[in-house]
C-alpha cells in the first residue's frame, strides 16, 4: 500500500490516461487485473470524433499514435465513471480544454465521481489543446492554479517532454498548486510509407509511445525530481518491473503503465510483484527507492 497525494493505492502501478479508459467496464477490469488505480481516456467539454484513420499504427520500437482526443464529453462521460467507481482503487479523471474556463468546467462537471483529476497539458498531436497549452509555463500555472481552487481534489499535471526545459513547466505547475505531476506523454513523431510517399498516420504526425521512449522519460523524472518539491508520477516505456524500478529510482512515486498493455493488463500484477520482490530482497520500503540515484 502508498500514499499518493492523499491516495490509497495497493501498489505503484497506475493504468496511464488513453489505455483502455473509454468505457467504466473496461477501467473495471483493469483495477481488477491489479492496477493500484486507473486514469480515464481525456475527456473534454463536447463530444469529439478525433482525427482520422489510421491514428494507431506499430512500428519497430513501439506505437505512433494521433487519436486527437475523441471522446464523448464529460456529461456523457460520467455514467462510465458511476461503473469505474465500482472497482478497487483510485479513479483519476484525465481532463482537457482550451482555456483555463473550459478545463475548471470539465472538473466541475466530474469531481463528484472521480477521486482526482489529471490535466491534459500534453497530447501532442492536438491543436489548441494539449502540448499547445502544455509548452507555455504561463498557462500551465494559470489552468493549474483555476482548477485547484475550484476542486477539492488532488490535482495532477502531465507534462509534455517536446519542449527544452521540462522543469519549467513542472515548476510552473506546482506553482499554480498541483499535487503531483505526471511525466511524460508521448514524443512527437512520424513514419512515412516508403511505397507511396504519404505519411501513415491519418493526421501525418503523432506521438512515440512504448520502450523506445524511457530513456527520455528517465531523464525527465531525474530532473523534475531535483527541482520539484511534489511527487512525480512517471510514466513512458514501462514495460518490466526492472523499468518501473529504475523509474521509481530517478524519482517517481509512482508509475504509469500504457503501451505494455497491448500485451495482456496482467502487467500490473506482475510489475508490483516485481517492485515488492526487489524491495523485499533489498530491505527496502518501496518510498526508500524512490529518488535513489540522485543520492549515487
Not at 491514428?55 to 469505474?84: D, H, W
Not at 531535483?226 to 523499468?243: E, K, M, N, R, Y
Not at 520482490?277 to 518510498?287: I, K, N, Q
Request: charged fraction near 15%; proline fraction near 5%.
Amino acid at each position: 500500500m502508498i500514499t499518493i497525494t492523499g491516495l490509497k493505492l495497493k501498489n505503484p502501478t497506475i493504468l496511464a490516461a488513453g489505455i483502455l479508459g473509454s468505457t467504466g467496464a473496461s477501467l473495471l477490469r483493469v483495477a481488477g487485473s491489479g492496477a493500484g488505480a486507473v486514469v480515464t481516456k481525456s475527456i473534454g467539454r463536447l463530444p469529439n470524433s478525433g482525427h482520422p484513420n489510421p491514428s494507431m499504427v506499430k512500428i519497430e520500437c513501439g506505437f505512433l499514435n494521433a487519436l486527437g482526443l475523441p471522446n464523448p464529453g464529460y456529461q456523457q462521460y460520467r455514467e462510465e465513471l458511476v461503473t469505474a467507481k465500482k472497482g478497487s482503487g483510485p479513479v483519476i479523471a484525465s481532463i482537457f480544454g482550451e482555456n483555463a474556463s473550459e478545463f475548471v468546467e470539465v472538473a466541475l462537471g466530474l469531481c463528484d465521481l472521480a477521486d482526482g483529476i489529471e490535466l491534459n497539458l500534453s497530447c501532442p498531436h492536438a491543436d489548441r489543446y494539449g502540448a499547445s497549452i502544455g509548452i507555455d509555463p504561463y498557462l500551465v500555472r494559470d489552468i493549474t492554479s483555476a482548477v485547484k481552487e475550484a476542486v477539492d481534489l488532488p490535482v495532477w499535471a502531465k507534462l509534455t517532454p517536446n519542449v527544452t526545459d521540462i522543469t519549467e513547466i513542472g515548476l510552473a505547475a506546482q506553482e499554480g498548486g498541483a499535487d503531483a505531476v505526471v511525466a511524460i506523454n508521448t514524443v512527437r513523431a512520424m513514419a512515412i510509407d516508403i511505397e507511396s510517399g504519404f505519411p501513415i498516420l491519418g493526421n501525418r504526425f503523432g506521438g512515440l509511445s512504448g520502450t523506445a521512449i524511457k530513456p527520455i522519460a528517465v531523464k525527465c523524472v531525474y530532473d523534475l525530481y531535483a527541482a520539484l518539491d511534489i511527487p512525480i508520477i512517471g510514466v513512458g516505456g514501462i514495460s518490466t518491473w526492472q523499468d518501473a524500478v529504475e523509474m521509481m529510482m530517478a524519482g517517481a512515486s509512482a508509475v504509469q503503465v500504457g503501451s505494455a498493455v497491448c500485451g495482456g493488463i496482467s502487467v500490473f500484477t506482475e510489475i508490483a510483484d516485481g517492485i515488492r520482490d526487489y524491495c523485499h530482497v533489498h530491505g527496502h520500503e518501496v518510498s526508500d527507492i524512490c529518488g535513489i540515484a540522485h543520492e549515487r
